[in-house]
């Protein structure tokens, strides 16, 4: 086990007090490497610069200048990936109020501690997590490095050497199965607990998987049965959220996240799907209130997202409310600005404001406004970016929104398909753009199709798979690019060598084909091909 004097410690607290009785019963349990953050800002700050083995953090960290809380910067370090699976960390709390608990504890805190509490159970905790992560770094630093595959190998071998923890390491090779979107095997880790036990977090992961296996029914069944035997599972209501949108059930929908909100009210990424949701189904009061809580609770986030703002100001103006949506967009302005990404919002909350006032002229201006600040932006979601398209297409900009969608189908963080795009122009009532841009794809990934040609023709093999990957991407159903695709693939594992992440691309490709011509004439040839290459380096027998 480490020693406790090599343990480095961050203490986020607003009180000096606090921060001082913390460090003083760290140096009695002999840590003595500690640093402090006073906010979630400054944590993050702090986070940005180095790592720390353990993070104690006050709940209730004030409104000051940070008005976050511990569970929104909980939230926040594990979206935005600044803490590891090795970070321990303890979240510390003088109240014992239910809706807070129950939004921290979702959270996975490694865990929580009521105050006032001594320094022998702090020493106890932090101990019993040290114990705890001694047996797991070795998979975790494996993951960590991206060798998903070798810590899967290794929890088989620690479930086998730490008998008592063997479900937690079943479950993080599940977890880790399904990361490769290897379900069935996933599938069958979460039966055979569920055989030995009843276990909450595997009747949550069998649902999963019947989930991306679009096994709706199977799942919504599941799902209930399992918030019925514990109202206190919210990722439950989660994902059966998500399965009642697959299943077109809208409604119900809005009404499983509303009861998840009730239960645990502090989480702001179930709140803005709540907000899309009920403003999907016309609930303007529910999607208002929403995007109201999203925008409080993350004004003082160091990562405040300024999309949030243009679902408020969408819903305001849904409503028929410019005084108020007027009131977002200046604080949209006010408190965000100099970027791109804050452009857009910007300018697309003002086009819609425009629109609502019947200022034609104002609209389009902003929304040109908008698609240029759209192409030099990073990271704003696809779901914006279509709804600048529509927007676009009611004000008669017709060319602006054929850019804007090609610029999607280009962009290699999107997963918008061909016929994804050419539906929202059918769904507009513009056939003619729809096969306008229809064609422009086509010709798109015909080039790419031949460039990978040419590229394997003389001997540029990566080169060949990379843009085949793009054309793939435009057209995932486009059974010659499969082809093509797994062709590529294996040409270079057979003359490059073996390498694990493309060999499981051409997996996942081939298992496309069969759901999309199970009999097609070429497809056993492949698969003999593929297990021909594995058996070349020793994978299979």
Same mark, same amino acid.
């Given at each position: 086990m480490q020693e406790y004097s090599d343990l480095s410690v961050l203490i986020v607290d607003p009180n000096p007090s606090m921060r001082g009785n913390l460090h003083n019963m760290l140096n009695q349990s002999s840590?003595?490497?500690i640093d402090y953050a006073v906010s979630s800002g400054t944590a993050i700050r702090q986070l940005g610069k180095k790592p720390f083995d353990i993070i104690l953090c006050e709940y209730d960290l004030g409104s000051g200048t940070d008005g976050q809380d511990g569970q929104q910067l909980l939230e926040d370090l594990r979206h935005h990936k600044l803490i590891g699976l090795w970070t321990i960390f303890i979240m510390l709390t003088s109240e014992g109020v239910y809706s807070k608990v129950m939004s921290?504890?979702?959270?996975?805190p490694t865990d929580y501690i009521l105050k006032p509490f001594t320094v022998d159970v702090l020493s106890g905790r932090i101990g019993r997590a040290i114990d705890r992560r001694a047996i797991f770094l070795p998979v975790y630093q494996l993951i960590g490095q991206g060798n998903v595959r070798e810590a899967i190998r290794a929890c088989v071998a620690a479930e086998l050497a730490h008998p008592r923890?063997?479900?937690?390491?079943q479950r993080l090779r599940a977890e880790l199965h399904l990361s490769l979107d290897e379900l069935e095997p996933a599938e069958q880790i979460y039966q055979d607990v569920l055989a030995a036990r009843p276990l909450d977090w595997a009747?949550?992961?069998l649902a999963k998987t019947m989930f991306a296996q679009q096994r709706y029914e199977e799942t919504y069944e599941a799902l209930v049965k399992l918030i019925e035997q514990n109202p206190r599972l919210m990722s439950a209501y989660d994902l059966l959220a998500k399965t009642q949108e697959a299943m077109g059930q809208p409604v119900p929908a809005k009404k499983t996240l509303e009861d998840a909100v009730a239960l645990s009210p502090h989480m702001v990424r179930r709140l803005r799907h709540l907000g899309e949701v009920a403003l999907a189904t016309d609930d303007i009061g529910v999607a208002e209130r929403a995007f109201k809580q999203v925008v409080a609770k993350a004004k003082y986030s160091e990562f405040r997202d300024p999309e949030d703002h243009v679902n408020l100001v969408k819903t305001l103006v849904k409503k028929g409310d410019a005084g108020? #949506?007027?009131?977002?967009?200046? @604080?949209?302005e006010r408190s965000m600005r100099g970027t791109p990404n804050v452009e857009a919002c910007r300018a697309i909350s003002a086009a819609l404001l425009h629109e609502l006032g019947g200022n034609v002229a104002g609209a389009a201006k902003e929304l040109a406004l908008a698609v240029g600040a759209v192409g030099a932006s990073q990271g704003l979601s696809t779901q914006l970016k279509i709804g600048l398209v529509h927007s676009c297409l009611n004000n008669k900009l017709d060319q602006a929104a054929a850019d804007v969608m090609? #610029?999607?189908?280009?962009?290699? @963080?999107?997963?918008v398909t061909m016929e994804q795009a050419v539906e929202e122009f059918e769904k507009a009532g513009r056939h003619d753009l729809a096969q306008s841009v229809g064609v422009q794809i086509t010709q798109q990934v015909q080039e790419l199709m031949s460039d990978a040609a040419d590229q394997s023709s003389h001997g540029e093999l990566k080169a060949a798979v990379v843009a085949l990957r793009q054309a793939l991407r435009k057209t995932p159903g486009n059974l010659a690019v499969l082809f093509a695709s797994v062709e590529a693939i294996l040409r270079q594992l057979n003359t490059l060598g073996w390498e694990a992440p493309l060999a499981e691309q051409a997996q996942h490709q081939l298992q496309r084909i069969h759901k999309l011509d199970p009999a097609h004439a070429m497809l056993a040839s492949l698969r003999d091909q593929y297990a021909a290459t594995q058996r070349k380096y020793g994978i299979a027998n």
């Amino acid at each position: 086990m480490q020693e406790y004097s090599d343990l480095s410690v961050l203490i986020v607290d607003p009180n000096p007090s606090m921060r001082g009785n913390l460090h003083n019963m760290l140096n009695q349990s002999s840590i003595t490497k500690i640093d402090y953050a006073v906010s979630s800002g400054t944590a993050i700050r702090q986070l940005g610069k180095k790592p720390f083995d353990i993070i104690l953090c006050e709940y209730d960290l004030g409104s000051g200048t940070d008005g976050q809380d511990g569970q929104q910067l909980l939230e926040d370090l594990r979206h935005h990936k600044l803490i590891g699976l090795w970070t321990i960390f303890i979240m510390l709390t003088s109240e014992g109020v239910y809706s807070k608990v129950m939004s921290a504890a979702e959270l996975t805190p490694t865990d929580y501690i009521l105050k006032p509490f001594t320094v022998d159970v702090l020493s106890g905790r932090i101990g019993r997590a040290i114990d705890r992560r001694a047996i797991f770094l070795p998979v975790y630093q494996l993951i960590g490095q991206g060798n998903v595959r070798e810590a899967i190998r290794a929890c088989v071998a620690a479930e086998l050497a730490h008998p008592r923890l063997a479900a937690d390491f079943q479950r993080l090779r599940a977890e880790l199965h399904l990361s490769l979107d290897e379900l069935e095997p996933a599938e069958q880790i979460y039966q055979d607990v569920l055989a030995a036990r009843p276990l909450d977090w595997a009747h949550l992961g069998l649902a999963k998987t019947m989930f991306a296996q679009q096994r709706y029914e199977e799942t919504y069944e599941a799902l209930v049965k399992l918030i019925e035997q514990n109202p206190r599972l919210m990722s439950a209501y989660d994902l059966l959220a998500k399965t009642q949108e697959a299943m077109g059930q809208p409604v119900p929908a809005k009404k499983t996240l509303e009861d998840a909100v009730a239960l645990s009210p502090h989480m702001v990424r179930r709140l803005r799907h709540l907000g899309e949701v009920a403003l999907a189904t016309d609930d303007i009061g529910v999607a208002e209130r929403a995007f109201k809580q999203v925008v409080a609770k993350a004004k003082y986030s160091e990562f405040r997202d300024p999309e949030d703002h243009v679902n408020l100001v969408k819903t305001l103006v849904k409503k028929g409310d410019a005084g108020q #949506a007027s009131g977002v967009v200046r @604080d949209l302005e006010r408190s965000m600005r100099g970027t791109p990404n804050v452009e857009a919002c910007r300018a697309i909350s003002a086009a819609l404001l425009h629109e609502l006032g019947g200022n034609v002229a104002g609209a389009a201006k902003e929304l040109a406004l908008a698609v240029g600040a759209v192409g030099a932006s990073q990271g704003l979601s696809t779901q914006l970016k279509i709804g600048l398209v529509h927007s676009c297409l009611n004000n008669k900009l017709d060319q602006a929104a054929a850019d804007v969608m090609l #610029a999607l189908m280009n962009d290699p @963080d999107s997963d918008v398909t061909m016929e994804q795009a050419v539906e929202e122009f059918e769904k507009a009532g513009r056939h003619d753009l729809a096969q306008s841009v229809g064609v422009q794809i086509t010709q798109q990934v015909q080039e790419l199709m031949s460039d990978a040609a040419d590229q394997s023709s003389h001997g540029e093999l990566k080169a060949a798979v990379v843009a085949l990957r793009q054309a793939l991407r435009k057209t995932p159903g486009n059974l010659a690019v499969l082809f093509a695709s797994v062709e590529a693939i294996l040409r270079q594992l057979n003359t490059l060598g073996w390498e694990a992440p493309l060999a499981e691309q051409a997996q996942h490709q081939l298992q496309r084909i069969h759901k999309l011509d199970p009999a097609h004439a070429m497809l056993a040839s492949l698969r003999d091909q593929y297990a021909a290459t594995q058996r070349k380096y020793g994978i299979a027998n």
